[in-house]
């Protein structure tokens, strides 16, 4: 299981977000960039950032920053939030040389597109469900429930070629709630493509559940992580450590 650290982005500052919504929004550092530099040096594998604006407001202001952080980095970065078209995918994946994009609300809602942009750029697009306690699929930042669940889409989007499936509870504070195991588990009993915990570990003992969560054979590929560190919950050292 790899460690994505999380970056959010909301008007060029890092945030944390305690209930999913841009609105409750809290400033962590002014300075985004240094602070994916820091989780370089923490030990994180993979970097996972958050474009809130774009998300929330189609608003791509960050966008720049984003390009730079990649750019200044020594970690395949996945960029999330925003993407919605192919353009945006050509920006992030050949402009900025993003190792690969997250998408969500658009993956759901048009399906074709998504077909297509797998077919164009296969095995560089995940998509992130945001799955409430009853596995109806929640989009547009957990406001909107979209009427799908998340075994239909887990198949539909696996055959459409998705290179990996974000994975979490819509609603869900991390740093409150324990993680939805069940939800996880489903998800890997369904597609062969790696899960990963996109809500994050409440805590040391979150962390070895998830890390010897079992559905269909398989486990998960990864861990999204970010306040959990950062307020001592655990350290990356002792996460990476438990991953042996």
């Not at 939030?81 to 809602?109: C, D, P």
């Not at 945001?130 to 055959?159: K, Q, T």
């Not at 409150?176 to 493509?193: H, K, T, Y």
Request: aromatic share 6%; charged share 30%.
């Amino acid at each position: 299981m790899d460690l994505y650290a999380r970056v959010n982005i909301l008007g060029g500052r890092a945030v944390r977000l305690p209930k999913g919504d841009v609105r409750e929004a809290i400033s962590l550092d002014a300075d985004p960039i240094a602070r994916a530099k820091g989780w370089v040096e923490k030990g994180a594998d993979y970097l996972h950032i958050v474009d809130l604006d774009a998300a929330a407001y189609g608003d791509y202001r960050n966008r720049p920053m984003i390009e730079q952080l990649v750019t200044e980095v020594d970690l395949p970065v996945q960029v999330a939030g925003g993407v919605r078209s192919i353009g945006e995918v050509e920006r992030m994946l050949e402009g900025a040389g993003a190792w690969r994009v997250v998408m969500g609300t658009a993956a759901i809602e048009d399906q074709v597109r998504i077909w297509e942009i797998c077919r164009q750029y296969p095995d560089r697009i995940a998509v992130s469900l945001d799955v409430r306690p009853d596995e109806e699929v929640a989009i547009r930042g957990w406001m909107i429930d979209s009427g799908v669940y998340m075994e239909e889409m887990l198949i539909e989007l696996s055959s459409a070629g998705a290179a990996a499936f974000l994975v979490g509870q819509a609603g869900r504070d991390a740093l409150v709630e324990p993680s939805n195991f069940g939800i996880l588990r489903r998800a890997l009993e369904i597609v062969d493509e790696p899960v990963i915990a996109s809500g994050g570990a409440r805590d040391r003992a979150d962390l070895e559940a998830l890390i010897a969560l079992e559905g269909g054979g398989k486990r998960l590929g990864g861990l999204v992580v970010g306040r959990e560190i950062t307020e001592g919950r655990f350290t990356m050292e002792e996460a990476q450590a438990a991953l042996g």
